[in-house]
């Protein structure tokens, strides 16, 4: 008696049961998932589509007028390729432009942060009237900065300015902030400061009062008093938010353009007669539409971009040390405290 034998891809073969095709889904369900799966990226869309119009390709359009002769009335000259990049990191205007930058922001960032600091400590206490003074804080931020602007140009007057009247009237000489150097940097840095303060105030103040209130009454009970809790306890909570301030402020501080524009409008060269205070961003609108030159322009913008990206990166750099500097402090303060707890309580 003879058997046959089946090979064993075909007895496997034979018993897989063949496979139903899937039931097509209705179309109420596909248009479920679809949504599922698409509407994200639906919704995030206009801003990125927006954010591309406004934002990528002047950017890049800017880059490709760098690269050209480029006048405003005739247009595209020629490529020069980065001769206009040369051409103004060998000028000296630029140069001056960037020095008047970078004082100006110094002498206004930093006493608006510390200034701000304490305005948002003092609105963040239990005191009447909480609701009118925040408000109140914020009311030169409402303002217009053209108003501001002509206001402080005022006030600030060689001749009949109020504060040289005010210096005259104690017996001092009159300070020239519309023809030196540096008074002008001062009156310059203290529109910026009066109009900004208040409104890094409010956001500083809006993290201290997401601290939770049971660890200062707990180092109240420990002893600490209000100038402790504030330094280790306040300004390490809210380092967050210092980073967020302190980088917004750095790039508004190199973009400054209004304030300088309208601080003496009747001088013929934007930003003083001798350029004292004359920033980048004024410097740069002079080269576009009083030079005609949206190369060099375009070029000073380009430079101007990657300046604000390297100050962001190196505030990056400084704020992550700090936290990574205290991060190992507290650490070390916390084995020392375990430590000296332990040894209390094996002996």
Excluded: C
Aim: aromatic share 14%.
């Amino acid at each position: 008696m003879t058997t046959t034998l089946t090979p064993p891809e075909e007895k496997s073969s034979e018993a897989v049961p063949p496979q139903r095709a899937k039931p097509k889904l209705p179309f109420k369900y596909r248009l479920s998932r679809w949504d599922v799966k698409a509407s994200p990226y639906v919704y995030i869309a206009p801003f990125f589509i927006l954010f591309g119009l406004v934002g990528l390709f002047p950017l890049g359009y800017t880059f490709v007028v760098s690269l050209n002769k480029w006048n405003l009335l005739t247009g595209p000259g020629g490529f020069v390729g980065l001769s206009n990049y040369v051409a103004e990191l060998n000028d000296p205007f630029f140069w001056n432009s960037l020095f008047n930058t970078v004082s100006i922001f110094l002498l206004s960032a930093v006493p608006q942060l510390i200034i701000a600091v304490v305005i948002a400590a003092v609105l963040d206490q239990n005191i009447r009237g909480k609701t009118f003074w925040r408000m109140s804080v914020l009311i030169p931020y409402v303002v217009t900065p053209v108003a501001v602007t002509l206001i402080f140009s005022s006030a600030f007057d060689e001749k009949y300015g109020a504060i040289n009247n005010l210096l005259q009237f104690f017996h001092l000489n009159p300070i020239m902030w519309k023809t030196e150097t540096f008074p002008s940097h001062i009156a310059i840095a203290t529109m910026v400061n009066w109009r900004w303060t208040g409104y890094n105030a409010l956001i500083l103040l809006a993290a201290m009062q997401a601290v939770p209130r049971d660890i200062y009454e707990s180092a109240a009970l420990d002893g600490a008093g209000a100038i402790r809790r504030f330094f280790s306890m306040t300004l390490p909570s809210i380092r967050p938010t210092m980073i967020f301030v302190i980088i917004t402020a750095t790039v508004g501080g190199l973009q400054i353009f209004t304030e300088p524009k309208l601080f003496n409008p009747t001088t013929a060269t934007p930003g003083g007669p001798q350029r004292q205070y004359q920033t980048t961003v004024l410097y740069l609108w002079d080269l576009a539409f009083n030079r005609q030159n949206f190369g060099k322009a375009s070029a000073v913008a380009w430079l101007l971009f990657l300046i604000i990206v390297l100050f962001g990166l190196l505030n990056f750099l400084i704020s992550r040390r700090i936290a990574s500097t205290e991060a190992r402090s507290s650490k070390r303060k916390t084995a020392k405290r375990l430590a000296a707890y332990n040894q209390n309580k094996i002996s």
